[in-house]
């Protein structure tokens, strides 16, 4: 019985020894890690925390939050820079739908219009099918505004004279070379024609060479819807006919 328990005993020992020591290592070998590991991933955010704490603290970090923010700022200033052309194709539409008034033309030939009387103004006629004309009309050697406002208005007159091809013999040793721009308002009960501008010279154009002088004339002058504008000059048979020597123009600059 005694012998009985002790085997039993033994065995229950050994068992145990046995039982434990294949029990035990298990543990050992399961729990150890378990532990290794929480502390190793304590211990890594602890280090990712405190370099955290020091990254703020030496202003990286705000480094890397600009440089990360760049992008952003270029996406932001992508319309900042695509603005202007923006204005400018909305400015481009607008004037193709609404165009600013403006007139260019040259002389009418043949000047049927001319005189060689001395003391008679002619009122030069211009060729509308050649030069421009925008929102501005053209009648019987005048501009006729469409739309009131400040208006830039230029004539250039040539005169030249070469007595050795000349068709026509005249006394030219006192030649009156005068350009003279007018302004005739609509709004008037009474049509009267208001002198803008004059400019000119007197010649002797008996030079058997080449004679030639031209006059330039430009300034502002604020117009009225119907408004007409036109040239008359002196001499006119000594005109240029060329397109480049004589024409007229008149351009919108506001309301
Ligand atoms: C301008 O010339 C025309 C002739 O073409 C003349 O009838 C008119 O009276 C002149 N106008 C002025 C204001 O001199
Ligand atoms: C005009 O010029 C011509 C040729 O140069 C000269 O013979 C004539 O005397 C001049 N006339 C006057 C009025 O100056």
């Not at 700022?73 to 909305?90: G, L, R, T, Y």
């Not at 040793?173 to 009960?189: A, G, K």
Request: net charge positive.
């Amino acid at each position: 019985m005694a012998a009985n328990d002790y085997r039993g005993y033994l065995r229950n020992h050994m068992d145990m020894e046995q039982g434990g020591s294949r029990f035990q290592p298990p543990t050992q070998s399961t729990h150890r890690p378990l532990i290794f590991g929480t502390l190793a991933v304590m211990g890594l955010l602890q280090v990712a925390s405190s370099v955290t704490i020091l990254l703020h603290l030496t202003g990286y970090l705000r480094e890397v939050d600009l440089s990360s923010a760049q992008p952003i700022e270029e996406v932001h200033s992508e319309p900042i820079i695509a603005d202007p052309f923006k204005e400018i194709k909305k400015k481009e539409r607008s004037r193709k739908k609404d165009p600013t008034p403006i007139a260019h033309l040259s002389v009418k030939t043949p000047m049927d219009f001319a005189s060689t009387d001395p003391n008679v103004l002619t009122t030069v006629h211009w060729n509308q099918f050649h030069g421009t004309l925008k929102k501005v009309k053209y009648h019987d050697g005048r501009f006729v505004m469409e739309e009131q406002g400040l208006y830039y208005m230029y004539a250039k007159t040539c005169f030249r004279y070469a007595p050795d091809h000349a068709s026509k013999k005249q006394d030219v040793s006192n030649v009156q070379l005068i350009q003279y721009i007018f302004h005739e308002s609509h709004t008037q009960t009474k049509l009267k024609p208001v002198l803008l501008s004059k400019s000119g010279a007197t010649f002797n154009f008996s030079d058997p060479k080449y004679n030639m002088y031209c006059v330039q004339q430009g300034r502002s002058v604020q117009l009225k819807q119907s408004d007409g504008l036109f040239v008359n000059v002196s001499n006119s048979w000594l005109l240029d006919p060329e397109p480049e020597g004589t024409y007229f123009g008149v351009f919108k600059l506001s309301t």
